[in-house]
């Protein structure tokens, strides 16, 4: 093999082995991004189940039928208002 076929060569490794540490910094990042994420889903996950227990507080209604005690959705429009005037 000529010299020139040799360089050519080397110079082709090179390339690829800069792409492959190029590649390997940019994922460095990612497990501290995926820890952000998780905290900030954590957060999520706390106001997601105080606006349930918002949601579901607005949407029930105790009624009684023939002497028992029922859990009766209201109308969407009247939880949302309720919802609305609560904000």
Do not use: C, F, W, Y
């Not at 918002?54 to 009624?63: L, Y």
């Amino acid at each position: 093999m000529a010299d020139n076929d040799t360089n050519i060569l080397l110079e082709d490794i090179n390339h690829q082995l800069k792409a492959v540490l190029e590649g390997q910094a940019a994922m460095a990042s990612v497990p501290g991004d995926i820890s952000e994420i998780k905290d900030r889903l954590t957060s999520v996950e706390g106001d997601v189940k105080a606006i349930k227990a918002a949601v579901t507080d607005q949407s029930k209604e105790n009624i009684g039928i023939h002497g028992q005690q029922e859990t009766v959705l209201k109308d969407h429009e009247t939880r949302i208002t309720g919802l609305e005037q609560a904000a």
